[in-house]
Structures are given as structure tokens and as C-alpha cells.
């Protein structure tokens, strides 16, 4: 069976951004595809609109939430190839 939702990561994601006042939810790519859902996308965050303040983020490859943690956080978890687009 194909699932292709995001079991509800967009969701909580977006909540956070509305409730917090953020800039919009933003991704993380990397090469190759890796994931049937999310292609390239290697993690996504809310945008506060400061590398350095509290976020919720969510790494796709590990299936992991990093809550409380900042931009700088994230990107320190994830593999140097990373890009934003």
C-alpha cells in the first residue's frame, strides 16, 4: 500500500507556524531522492525569521522532531551536502 500523505507532519508544522507567529514552514534539500513522499527533501522547519530562535523541525530521514531547538540545530544533525532552495 502506497501512503502518500505526510501522517501529519504538514499539519503540525503549520499549527506551530500559526500559533507562533512564523514566517511559513521551509525545507532542507539533498541529493538524491530519498524518500517516496518527500523526493530530495531532507528536513523541514518552521521559519521564525532568526537562525537562532526556538523552532520545531522535523528530519525526514530519521523520521525525528527536534522541538525547542533552533535553525543552527538543524542544520548541524543533517549531512554537509544539505541545501535551501
Same mark, same amino acid.
Given at each position: 500500500m502506497i501512503r502518500p500523505n505526510s501522517n501529519g ?15 511559513? &514552514? ?17 528536513? /523541514?522547519?518552521? +521559519? *521564525? ?9 522535523? &528530519?525526514?530521514?530519521?523520521d525525528e522532531w527536534i522541538v525547542g531547538g533552533c535553525y543552527a540545530d538543524l542544520v548541524e544533525? /543533517?549531512?554537509? +551536502? *544539505?541545501?535551501?532552495?
Open positions: 507532519i504538514d499539519e503540525r508544522l503549520e499549527r506551530y507556524n500559526k500559533e507562533n507567529g512564523g514566517y511559513g &514552514i521551509e525545507a532542507l534539500y539533498g541529493s538524491p531522492c530519498r524518500h517516496h513522499y518527500w523526493g530530495d527533501i531532507v528536513a /523541514l522547519y518552521v +521559519n *521564525t525569521g532568526d537562525s537562532y530562535s526556538e523552532t520545531l523541525s522535523y &528530519i525526514v530521514d530519521n544533525k /543533517l549531512p554537509e +551536502n *544539505t541545501r535551501t532552495i
